[in-house]
C-alpha cells in the first residue's frame, strides 16, 4: 500500500531527493546543479512509499502572498500510470490548504499538462523551456 508523507527527517529527504535523482537527472538528463537549489533548504518535501520503498517525491514552498508554488513532483518509472503522482498531489494540496496558502502555481512538463489538469490546473500562457524540457505554468485555486 502506498504512503505518502511529509518529508520531516533527514531519511525521508534523503528518499525524497533520491527519487527526483533518479527521474529528473538519470532518467530526464537534468543537469544536478540545476535539479537541486537553495529552495530545498526551506521547502516542504514529501515522498511517497510502498512499503520502505521510496516511489515518488513532490515538494511545496511559498511563492508569492498565499501562493503555493508546487515543484519537482517525480515517479519512479516503474510505478507511472499507478496513482502515486495523484496520491502526492492530494497530500501536497492538504498541506498546502493547512499552511494557508489559497492559490497553488507549478510549471508542468507539457507531457504531464493533461495529469494536472486532471486535477483541476488550468493552464496559463504560452509554452516555455526550462531546464531544456517544454513547459507550461498551471495554476489552481484552493478555495
Known amino acids: 500500500m502506498v504512503e505518502v508523507h511529509v518529508a520531516d527527517s533527514e ?4 528518499d525524497a531527493f533520491a527519487v527526483r535523482h533518479t527521474v529528473f537527472v538519470e532518467e530526464q538528463d537534468v543537469d544536478e546543479e540545476l535539479e537541486y537549489d537553495t529552495h530545498d533548504e526551506t521547502a516542504t518535501h514529501f515522498v511517497a512509499y510502498d512499503g520502505d520503498e521510496p516511489i ?3 515538494r511545496l514552498r511559498e511563492y508569492e502572498d498565499d501562493i503555493g508554488k508546487v515543484e519537482r513532483v517525480a515517479v519512479r518509472t516503474s510505478r507511472r500510470n499507478a496513482g502515486i503522482g495523484r496520491a502526492l498531489m492530494e497530500r501536497l494540496e492538504k498541506q498546502a490548504e493547512a499552511i494557508g496558502f489559497d492559490t497553488l ?8 499538462a493533461d495529469f494536472y489538469r ?6 496559463r500562457g ?5 531546464a531544456g524540457i517544454p513547459h507550461v505554468e498551471m495554476r489552481k485555486s484552493l478555495e
Not at 502555481?105 to 504531464?112: E, F, I, N, P, Y
Not at 486532471?118 to 493552464?123: F, N, Q, V
Open 126 to 130: 504560452a509554452e516555455f523551456e526550462e
Open 118 to 123: 486532471t486535477l483541476g490546473y488550468e493552464r
Open 105 to 112: 502555481t507549478l510549471h508542468s512538463q507539457t507531457q504531464a
Open 11 to 14: 531519511v525521508k529527504r534523503e
Open 56 to 58: 515518488g517525491a513532490a
